[in-house]
């Protein structure tokens, strides 16, 4: 069955960095879009940054500029290098991959201390 496992969260300093990766199997990774969303508590889930089969990316406006999500099709890898973190960007991460179904992976914890 289709797996996403996240991993590279934690406890970071605002302004600190942080590389989430996520591994994916089960499905054939070169042709779906993948990205990262994220939920903070009590909030909605919300896309971080997505990239294409084709390799177009997508970031969220709050993200811009701070973070770059990226893919490694040979290893079915997909990572968000996360810089200038902020208080506002703690949240779960959790990976995704969609085409005709979307697929989740459990979540990673991120927080950002003032």
């Known amino acids: 069955q289709v797996q996403l496992v996240e991993s590279g969260g934690g406890l970071v300093q605002t302004g600190g960095s942080l590389r989430l990766s996520c591994a994916a199997s089960g499905l054939n990774f070169r042709v779906h879009t993948v990205g990262w969303y994220r939920q903070a508590q009590g909030k909605q889930r919300e896309l971080v940054a997505a990239v294409t089969s084709g390799g177009t990316t997508t970031y969220a406006d709050s993200v811009k500029g701070r973070i770059t999500i990226s893919r490694d099709n040979a290893k079915e890898m997909v990572y968000l290098q996360m810089n200038s973190l902020k208080p506002e960007d703690t949240a779960v991460y959790f990976c995704?991959?969609?085409?005709?179904?979307?697929?989740w992976g459990q979540g990673t914890q991120v927080t950002v201390s003032s």
């Open positions: 995704n991959a969609r085409l005709l179904r979307q697929f």
